[in-house]
């Protein structure tokens, strides 16, 4: 298990992993399990973008690398669909029991902009047993440490 971090790029409606010096753009859809996700805090955690509300995400992805990633408010309401998806998913299960796919769909507007889009399909039985159990013993945080959760 490595630690990955991943980027959501609405402007461009792709998902970068890695760091600040190496981005490898994969595409426009991450299929995950989420393991953890704070509420919207209002922050400034990098310098080339505006004070916003902000979540962090973390969970596996597919080749089961412990991710870390933020989702960004924007000048928009671009975090209504993660929060209305997390009400939803909650109401019946924990995150952590379901697989979860983040896209992009482009807005209709004078720029070109994406917002982003969630569906998910519960996992197989004891899925979210599995994910407690991971979560446990990994080496990793839980919370990655941005200066936006106190």
Not at 42 to 49: A, E, I, R, T, V
């Amino acid at each position: 298990m490595k630690r990955v971090k991943y980027r959501f790029n609405r402007k461009e409606g792709l998902i970068y992993q890695g760091n600040n010096t190496e981005l490898t753009c994969i595409g426009n859809k991450l299929q995950m399990i989420v393991l953890w996700a704070s509420e919207p805090v209002f922050g400034k955690p990098f310098d080339n973008l505006s004070a916003q509300k902000w979540v962090q995400l973390t969970f596996l992805d597919r080749a089961g690398n412990w991710c870390y990633a933020v989702l960004g408010n924007g000048t928009t309401e671009a975090l209504a669909p993660w929060l209305e998806y997390r009400r939803l998913i909650e109401e019946k299960t924990t995150l952590s029991n379901v697989i979860t796919t983040i896209g992009f769909e482009e807005t209709e507007s004078k720029y070109q902009w994406f917002e982003f889009t969630f569906s998910g399909a519960t996992g197989n039985n004891g899925l979210g047993d599995r994910m407690q159990e991971v979560m446990q013993k990994s080496p990793f945080s839980l919370i990655e440490p941005l200066g936006l959760i106190s």
